[in-house]
Structures are given as structure tokens and as C-alpha cells.
Nanobody, 128 residues
Framework: QVHLVESGGGSVQAGGSLRLSCAAS????????IGWFRQAPGKEREGVSC???????YYADSVLGRFTISRDDAKNTVNLQMFSLKPEDTAVYYC??????????????????????WGKGTLVTVSS
């Protein structure tokens, strides 16, 4: 059974950093594309970043240059390193997959509606 668990959320001040981790069980995470999504209160869920099986990476314009997605194959995790956090980054962050090897959507990594498996999310709060 595919199971995803996010960790690493918390509260930071603007300009701070956090590292989120997505751990998997029931499947080998590095065989598939994994996306990070977020949902702020009252807003639609949006794609943040995605990494393909071949480690191609995609980022939303709003986080480009501040966030870095990576894989740790030994730990079967996908990580999202977040720097220079802004109050508008405040949201629940989810990792998800549709068990494809590439990032889906236009732009790639934006297709949250097509994701089949989701973690329960981790809350990131950035104060000004």
C-alpha cells in the first residue's frame, strides 16, 4: 500500500529556512516523480516543486531560487529545502505522486488534481 508522510514543518520568521521531508512506504519512491504542493487558508492547492525519476526538477515561479527539491535514495525520501521564507509561503505542504516517472501538468508539477497518493501534510508558518 502506497503511503506518504511529510515532516519538517514548523514556525519560522521571514527570511528563515526549513527542510521538509517526504518519506514513503509501500513503494520505492525513487522510481517515480514526486511533487510538493501547498494549500494556504482559503486558497486553492498549488504545485510548488516536482522531481522526476531522472532527477529533473521543476519549480513554481513563486519559489524559484528559494526552494530546492532533492532525492535521498538511501532513505527513500524526497526533500524540499526552503530558504528565504516569506509570509506568503505559509501553508500546509503536501507531497504526492501519481506513480508516473515524469512530472505532469502544464507547467510540470502543477497537476495536483491528477495525483493519486497524498501525505497528510505538514504545516509551515512564516511570520513577518
Amino acid at each position: 500500500q502506497v503511503h506518504l508522510v511529510e515532516s519538517g514543518g514548523g514556525s519560522v520568521q521571514a527570511g528563515g529556512s526549513l527542510r521538509l521531508s517526504c518519506a514513503a512506504s509501500g513503494f520505492t519512491l525513487n522510481n517515480y516523480a514526486i511533487g510538493w504542493f501547498r494549500q494556504a487558508p482559503g486558497k486553492e492547492r498549488e504545485g510548488v516543486s516536482c522531481i522526476t525519476m531522472n532527477r529533473n526538477t521543476y519549480y513554481a515561479d513563486s519559489v524559484l531560487g528559494r526552494f530546492t527539491i532533492s532525492r535521498d535514495d538511501a532513505k527513500n525520501t524526497v526533500n524540499l529545502q526552503m530558504f528565504s521564507l516569506k509570509p506568503e509561503d505559509t501553508a500546509v505542504y503536501y507531497c504526492a505522486t501519481d506513480l508516473k516517472t515524469f512530472c505532469t501538468g502544464t507547467p510540470p508539477g502543477s497537476n495536483y488534481a491528477g495525483m493519486n497518493f497524498w501525505g497528510k501534510g505538514t504545516l509551515v508558518t512564516v511570520s513577518s
